[in-house]
T-cell receptor
Framework: KQEVTQIPAALSVPEGENLVLNCSFTDSAIYNLQWFRQDPGKGLTSLLL???SQREQTSGRLNASLDKSSGRSTLYIAASQPGDSATYLCAVRVDSNYQLIWGAGTKLIIKP | NAGVTQTPKFQVLKTGQSMTLQCAQDMNHNSMYWYRQDPGMGLRLIYY???????DKGEVPNGYNVSRLNKREFSLRLESAAPSQTSVYFC????????????FGSGTRLTVV
């Protein structure tokens, strides 16, 4: 059974720092992996999608990488800003399966 | 504003009461989903509707029923609420099952006492 883990559960860093969020999964036979952002009291926003054949995806200051063989993905945030404060979740789609398997998220706080 | 609208935003129920959570999307998406989110856990799929007229069970369907009323609307019903159903419920939609471009509603915080 696929399991997705995000460590740490919470992270606090000063504004301006580059940071990395981690996502690990137990079954390397994934279809794709997505990173989402969740703001308090709001829904989830899709950030990046990496297909199983890809190694990384970039959007602005965000870069997501995928290493299927090791069961890991990282979300790199450059030059962090207070507006980046949110909970970041990763989710994997398993081959021949319709649903996403979610991590519990990393709560990120960027201190001004 | 285009997106997914959920009602209500907050609800308190007594054990054994029933209620329906409403969800509507205006993006002409084919697929709709109901998730629950519990503290310290990832989102878990309750039910989904791949297209109008179809519904299927997700990971945690027990105690819930759904109705895909039309292409826009997908409701979730709790027939006899239990404290274990205390959670935040999210509705989402996408162009197709498992495809990119999930749009989530803002959630319903449900407490069962």
């Amino acid at each position: 059974k696929q399991e997705v883990t995000q460590i740490p559960a919470a992270l606090s860093v000063p504004e301006g720092e580059n940071l990395v969020l981690n996502c690990s999964f137990t079954d390397s036979a994934i279809y794709n992996l997505q990173w989402f952002r969740q703001d308090p009291g709001k829904g989830l926003t899709s950030l990046l999608l990496i297909q199983s054949s890809q190694r990384e995806q970039t959007s602005g200051r965000l870069n997501a990488s995928l290493d299927k063989s090791s069961g890991r993905s990282t979300l790199y945030i450059a030059a962090s800003q207070p507006g980046d404060s949110a909970t970041y979740l990763c989710a994997v789609r398993v081959d021949s399966n319709y649903q996403l398997i979610w991590g519990a998220g990393t709560k990120l706080i960027i201190k001004p | 504003n285009a997106g997914v609208t959920q009602t209500p935003k907050f609800q308190v129920l007594k054990t054994g009461q029933s209620m329906t959570l409403q969800c509507a999307q205006d993006m002409n998406h084919n697929s709709m989903y109901w998730y629950r989110q519990d503290p310290g856990m990832g989102l878990r799929l309750i039910y989904y509707s791949a297209s109008e007229g179809t519904t299927d069970k997700g990971e945690v369907p027990n105690g819930y029923n759904v109705s895909r009323l039309n292409k826009r609307e997908f409701s979730l019903r709790l027939e006899s609420a239990a404290p274990s159903q205390t959670s935040v419920y999210f509705c989402a939609s996408s162009e197709g099952v498992g495809s990119y471009g999930y749009t989530f509603g803002s959630g319903t915080r449900l407490t069962v006492v």
